[in-house]
């Protein structure tokens, strides 16, 4: 069983920033991709960032270039780094970890007012 610990989430003005952890109960070494979804009031849930066990990142087009995902092996936690926030960024976002299976955290909220 893997527990995932979100925090870092509030209420920013919008060009703001927020730094987004998520702290897993032992090594993330095992997980092939750890991921950063995000879900607005009555929307989806989307994913908004990927890093793969290569280091490589993905994102979605509507961060890309503000956001920056990374992890640190050696603290068994991986961030997400929120600049240039905007309105549209309020949503709870959480984790997710693949190894075999997946694993989520609870989700933290983040508002950003205009």
């Known amino acids: 069983q893997v527990q995932l610990v979100e925090s870092g989430g509030g209420l920013v003005q919008a060009g703001g920033s927020l730094r987004l952890s998520c702290a897993a109960s032992?090594?993330?070494?095992?997980?092939?991709?750890m991921d950063w979804y995000r879900q607005a009031p009555g929307k989806q849930r989307e994913l908004v960032a990927t890093?793969?066990?290569?280091?490589?990142?993905k994102y979605a087009d509507s961060v890309k270039g503000r956001f920056t995902i990374s992890r640190d092996n050696a603290k068994n936690t991986v961030y997400l780094q929120m600049n240039s926030l905007k309105p549209e960024d309020t949503g709870v976002y959480s984790c997710?970890?693949?190894?075999?299976?997946?694993?989520w955290g609870q989700g933290t909220q983040v508002t950003v007012s205009s």
């Open positions: 997710r970890v693949f190894g075999q299976i997946p694993y």
């Open positions: 032992g090594s993330i070494l095992r997980f092939n991709t």
């Open positions: 890093i793969f066990s290569t280091g490589s990142t």
